[in-house]
């Protein structure tokens, strides 16, 4: 045991734990507009208990290293290209991602004129849940092969997965709440998400988009968006100050 409280342990667990949370970003905004769709009072518990289950599965998959690292493996050929079951996952759960946010931004756009008790009628909690949690798969999916190569203890894989869920559900409901009193907000997150799947799709082709540059996209996006909230809520400019008492008169601007 006192083997395993080391620094070079403590340096993995903390590395390992900041790659979960900064991966599961685009998973707490998908879970942030998946859940608006059920009823106010089941939202949270759909959050929690998703999130939840979610964890239970990367820890699965932590446990079953040697079958995730076989996904790599080659399943057949196509048009003289390898196809392995770590890319039909990423192409199955990026075309979801794209379908899914697109048919939100439809509703959110065509779909105003309907109630919300409409909208929410149309989600069931098992459904939502559910949802959560297969995307949960496709998204952690590359950090638990990329965990495989950066350390070697299963229990440091398996504490960086509870910390990042637990912090993941700490901050869902906050997310969640945030977006939903701002529907540009949640455009712009719908965006995000086709961005995502678009990215899932290229990489199960074989591409490579270098995550920096997504969040760096998203990051830039989201600040020009908080700057035209924080406008739009004090108003628009003033108009310009007449003079007074000084005996000028406003001349009229038709001649």
């Known amino acids: 045991m ?10 993995a667990l903390l590395t390992l734990t ?11 905004v998908f879970i942030s507009i998946l859940t608006q769709r059920l009823p106010r009072e089941q939202q949270q518990t759909a959050r929690t208990l998703g999130l939840w289950l979610a964890m239970f599965m990367r820890i ?31 192409i199955g759960g990026g075309l979801f991602l794209v379908a899914k946010a697109t048919y939100e931004i439809h509703d959110k756009l065509e779909g ?4 919300d ?6 989600a069931t909690f098992v ?30 894989m398996i504490a960086a997965v509870v910390v990042a869920v637990g912090v993941m ?15 540009t907000m949640k455009i712009l997150a719908l965006s995000f998400l086709i961005l995502i799947g678009v990215v899932l799709v290229v990489e199960g ?3 490579h988009v270098a995550k920096g540059y997504i969040y760096f996209a998203m990051g830039f996006s989201l600040s020009v968006e908080l700057i035209n909230q924080r406008i739009r809520k004090h108003g628009p400019p003033p108009s310009p100050v007449h003079l007074r008492g000084t005996g000028a008169r406003a001349l009229p601007l038709d001649g």
Do not use: K, Y
Request: glycine share 10%; charged share 15%; proline share 4%.
């Open 127 to 156: 459904n939502t849940v559910t949802q959560i949690v297969l995307l949960d798969a496709v998204f952690s999916l590359d950090s638990v092969i990329t965990a495989v190569g950066m350390v070697e203890e299963i229990a440091i």
């Open 205 to 207: 082709f074989g591409g």
């Open 169 to 183: 559900i700490l901050a869902s409901g906050a997310i969640s709440r945030f977006i939903e009193r701002r529907p």
């Open 117 to 122: 008790g409409a909208a929410a009628a149309t």
């Open 2 to 11: 006192s083997e395993f409280f080391t620094p070079e342990n403590a340096i």
């Open 60 to 90: 699965g998959l932590v446990l079953a290293i040697g079958w995730v690292v076989g996904l790599v493996e080659p399943l057949f050929v196509v048009l003289g290209r390898e196809v392995s079951g770590r890319d039909l996952i990423l």
């Open 112 to 115: 105003a004129e309907h109630p």
């Open 18 to 28: 900041g790659l979960e949370i900064v991966l599961g970003i685009d998973n707490i």
